[in-house]
């Protein structure tokens, strides 16, 4: 038998329907803006401390209580998150509830007494000295701008409480851990980078050469012919040096460090082009000389590696740049040899970006190839290592126009 409601029942049921904003039962947006706005307030309320200070019995209740709140908010948000396969999110959780099961743990306060006892004041306190000694340091040499220079100061120095922590006995383990997490957890509502990461400075290594190669890349075919223009540059270029002299790579992966000294050596080989003083008038020629209607037809055929249904899309990039060099070398092969020295200026340009970018550098007309290989065991952490070293531009080095 069919039983049906009361009338009052159905009534309330869709009261309920038209009041409830649309979308308010719905799962939570997978996305960084969103774990900040649930729980940026939630972890800058913790008062846990790492620098050896007390954690007495109010504060770690008070903090438990406020994670364990929050708790299966952000077991329903990793589903959802696991659903979405954003493993960048997911972190984040993950590294919340391991802090919510490091702070609330049953044995904790044993833990932090030891490492309260044996935490070294005057080793945290040179640490942090020297690490902002040292951003000072990379700053001023250009490789460095404000805002990734507050993440990094704030970072390394939480990374110093562990440094001092470093003598402590293995009984004092959980608390250490509990540090590590809480640490790692601060940093990611910060939408800053956790102290490992930054770690390895490959990503200032490479900015330093990208946002010299990049804003001369940007005109090419073309290439700047007055002589104050192009000094700019070649003060630019000569700089990098500079900016790369206190850089640290030496804790990053042996695959990041090849990559790395590839891009250093064949923009090192480029400086002869791009600072020769013949430049000036080998480019105003060459900027007459080229065929422009050529080029457009060849450019035109080249294959956009957007496009779907590619099945590398990665190569398929490598080959466009290697075409668009094609292109451009064909459509001043009438020009006369006093453009020789542009042509080899804009050779080496590309030849630059193709170390940046990953990819093999090609043999064409008589020049040499060589750099970066681009081989199966190197293409597997291509996609990580390129999110991770997206370029931001430098402010002591753009003005080139």
Not at 256 to 265: F, H, M, N, Q, S
Not at 276 to 296: F, G, H, R, T, Y
Not at 338 to 349: F, G, H, T, W
Request: aromatic content about 8%; proline content about 4%; some cysteine.
């Amino acid at each position: 038998m069919l039983h049906l409601t009361s009338s009052r029942a159905t009534a309330i049921v869709l009261l309920f329907v038209f009041l409830v904003e649309p979308g308010a039962c719905a799962q939570p947006e997978c996305s960084l803006a969103t774990f900040n706005r649930l729980y940026l307030p939630v972890v800058l309320k913790l008062n846990f401390k790492v620098t050896g200070q007390s954690n007495t019995p109010d504060i770690r209740k008070l903090d438990c209580d406020n994670l364990k709140e929050i708790t299966p908010g952000v077991e329903t948000f990793l589903e959802k998150c696991s659903a979405d396969n954003n493993e960048y999110v997911k972190e984040k959780l993950t590294r919340l509830l391991l802090t919510k099961e490091s702070l609330c743990g049953n044995e904790l306060e044993e833990d932090l007494n030891f490492w309260r006892d044996c935490f070294s004041p005057s080793v945290f306190a040179e640490c942090k000295k020297n690490v902002e000694e040292r951003l000072g340091k990379l700053e001023q040499d250009g490789a460095l701008d404000e805002p990734d220079k507050w993440c990094r100061n704030k970072s390394l120095s939480y990374q110093c409480a562990l440094k001092a922590g470093a003598g402590c006995p293995t009984k004092a383990e959980r608390a250490r851990k509990a540090v590590e997490n809480y640490i790692n957890t601060l940093m990611d509502v910060h939408e800053c980078l956790r102290p490992t990461v930054y770690a390895c400075e490959a990503k200032l290594f490479y900015d330093c050469h990208w946002v010299v190669v990049h804003q001369r890349a940007k005109e090419l075919p073309f290439l700047h012919s007055g002589e104050a223009a192009l000094a700019k540059y070649c003060k630019a270029t000569k700089s990098v040096s500079t900016c790369t002299r206190n850089v640290q790579i030496e804790q990053c992966s042996e695959q990041e460090k090849i990559y790395l000294r590839t891009v250093e050596d064949g923009f090192r080989r480029s400086l002869d082009s791009l600072c020769d003083e013949k430049l000036p008038a080998s480019a105003e020629v060459w900027n007459n000389c080229l065929n422009l209607e050529a080029l457009k037809n060849c450019t035109s055929k080249i294959q956009d590696p957007r496009n779907f249904g590619i099945k590398d899309p990665y190569l398929e990039t490598c080959r466009e740049e290697e075409e668009t060099l094609k292109c451009e070398l064909a459509a001043g092969s009438n020009c006369p040899a006093s453009a020789d020295v542009a042509k080899k200026a804009l050779y080496d340009i590309r030849m630059t970006l193709f170390d940046i970018k990953r990819c093999s550098r090609p043999k064409l007309d008589g020049y040499g190839g060589s750099g970066f290989s681009t081989t199966p065991a190197v293409l597997v952490t291509l996609s990580a290592l390129c999110v991770a070293l997206l370029p931001t531009r430098r402010t002591l080095l753009l003005d080139f126009n």
